[in-house]
């Protein structure tokens, strides 16, 4: 599930003259980078493929018209964001309204005046920089910078539906850091605050491969989603970021398992079937989890499904 950040400042012309194309082109140099098309059809492939920040759309075209091509990218979750500017040589309130209607966030008429056509595109650029911005701040941890819970839990649903369609193994870590409340306490507040980052960071830094994901579950706990993973992957994955942490080498004095900081790693690999669901997978790490905090902590636990059947216990056993 991408950011909607790279299109920022991706302006996307679909006019099926050339000689406009060639005019707001020249119009916008210095706005950001132009592409075009010059039917609907080609413009919302396009639009798919790219993400552009704002789509010119032309009205009168051969095919699709353009109330039509806006109103297939406001219905298509890929393109709803890209802000679509309408531009017509109808005058009048009742096409005005049409675009607006249709999805449009404005409406520019032929024949250009290019400070006009200059200044729109500008407004909306930076509106939609905005937009971006508090999309990505909205997603994310406000203390550790990871993803934070609500985007969690989307991301992953949709990877736990791809991986059942597609029969792959997904594996869930959850993670938590070894005696954070005696280190709160032994340290304070502030340096508790610091501790997370750090681990929150050395948590990122080891979680690199394409589509894993790293989140703040709450509190001292991180949850990562690791796609394609095995039960072996996931063993190997928990070792290392256990290792990761200890050698940042945060001293603790207050824990009973390490002179310094150290985490404990509770994970599930398993391969989606129809009656599951991503509570039994949040659950099983969250029983992996209690079995290393049971061993000792500072280790990494990996079970898997279905060749561990235990019962799903109630609440939460490792906040004991
Ligand atoms: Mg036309």
């Given at each position: 599930?991408?950011?909607?950040?790279?299109?920022?400042?991706?302006?996307?012309?679909?006019?099926?003259?050339?000689?406009?194309?060639?005019?707001?082109?020249?119009?916008?140099?210095?706005?950001?980078?132009?592409?075009?098309?010059?039917?609907?059809?080609?413009?919302?492939?396009?639009?798919?493929?790219?993400?552009?920040?704002?789509?010119?759309?032309?009205?009168?075209?051969?095919?699709?018209?353009?109330?039509?091509?806006?109103?297939?990218?406001?219905?298509?979750?890929?393109?709803?964001?890209?802000?679509?500017?309408?531009?017509?040589?109808?005058?009048?309130?009742?096409?005005?309204?049409?675009?607006?209607?249709?999805?449009?966030?404005?409406?520019?008429?032929?024949?250009?005046?290019?400070?006009?056509?200059?200044?729109?595109?500008?407004?909306?650029?930076?509106?939609?920089?905005?937009?971006?911005?508090?999309?990505?701040l909205?997603n994310r941890d406000g203390l550790t910078g990871l993803y934070n819970r609500r985007y969690f839990?989307?991301?992953?649903?949709?990877?736990?539906?791809?991986?059942?369609?597609?029969?792959?193994?997904?594996?869930?870590?959850l993670i938590d850091i070894d005696h954070f409340k005696a280190y709160n306490d032994h340290y304070g507040h502030p340096q508790g605050d610091i501790c997370l980052q750090r681990v929150a960071t050395a948590i990122s830094t080891?979680?690199?491969?394409?589509?894993?994901?790293a989140a703040r579950y709450g509190g001292e706990e991180f949850v990562v989603?690791?796609?394609?993973?095995?039960?072996?992957?996931?063993?190997?994955?928990?070792?290392?970021l256990c290792?990761v942490v200890r050698s940042l080498q945060l001293p603790h004095h207050a824990s009973a398992t390490a002179a310094m900081v150290t985490i404990s790693i509770?994970?599930?690999?398993?391969?989606?079937?129809?009656?599951?669901?991503?509570?039994?997978?949040?659950?099983?790490?969250?029983?992996?989890l209690?079995?290393?905090k049971?061993?000792?902590r500072n280790?990494?636990?990996?079970?898997?499904?279905?060749?561990?059947?235990?019962?799903?216990?109630?609440?939460s056993?490792h906040a004991v």
């Open positions: 599930m991408p950011e909607l950040d790279a299109g920022t400042n991706l302006i996307l012309i679909i006019d099926d003259s050339a000689d406009t194309i060639r005019l707001l082109s020249g119009m916008l140099k210095g706005h950001g980078q132009i592409l075009f098309a010059t039917s609907g059809e080609a413009g919302i492939r396009l639009a798919q493929a790219q993400q552009p920040a704002l789509i010119l759309l032309d009205v009168e075209m051969a095919g699709m018209n353009g109330y039509e091509v806006c109103a297939a990218l406001k219905t298509d979750p890929t393109t709803t964001d890209c802000a679509v500017i309408i531009v017509t040589a109808h005058t009048g309130m009742g096409s005005e309204i049409r675009a607006l209607e249709a999805g449009a966030v404005d409406f520019i008429t032929k024949p250009f005046n290019p400070p006009v056509v200059q200044a729109r595109v500008q407004t909306h650029l930076r509106l939609q920089q905005h937009t971006a911005m508090m999309r990505q909205a839990d989307k991301a992953l649903t949709q990877e736990f539906e791809r991986h059942r369609r597609q029969h792959l193994s997904l594996a869930l870590a080891a979680t690199r491969r394409p589509g894993e994901l989603i690791l796609p394609h993973s095995d039960a072996d992957d996931t063993k190997r994955y928990g070792e290392r290792e509770g994970s599930v690999s398993m391969v989606p079937s129809e009656e599951s669901t991503t509570l039994q997978l949040i659950a099983l790490a969250d029983q992996a209690y079995q290393a049971a061993a000792g280790r990494a636990i990996v079970s898997t499904w279905p060749l561990m059947p235990r019962p799903i216990g109630k609440g056993p």
